[in-house]
């Protein structure tokens, strides 16, 4: 029965192709096709690599920003100290406690 089967399936196998293998091409819809996924490609890297490129900056924005914002608290901490310090030293001293510019 096996046999039977086999000779059936090979009995039905189409005849091999008449066209020499390198006369087959894709043709023009093959080429279009092609370059247009190409094309395609080319675009999104350069998409891609803008919007890195934004991101990056963006980033490096915000951390000058929030760097910025930390020395101008820091320096406004660090002189309300030395205010009340001198505030203090200037009471003990008997001076009139006013902030010195």
Known sequence: MLWHLAAV????????????DDQ??????GFVITAAVGIAAVLLIID????????????RVL?????EKAGSEDAGAAE????ESENAGS?????DARPRP
């Open 48 to 59: 891609m690599s803008r919007r890195i490129r934004r991101v990056n900056y963006r980033e």
């Open 63 to 67: 951390a000058d920003i929030a760097a």
């Open 9 to 20: 399936i090979a009995a039905k196998t189409p005849p091999p192709s008449t066209v020499p």
């Open 24 to 29: 087959v091409t894709p043709g023009v819809w």
């Open 80 to 83: 309300a100290e030395n205010a």
């Open 91 to 95: 009471a003990e001293k008997g001076d």
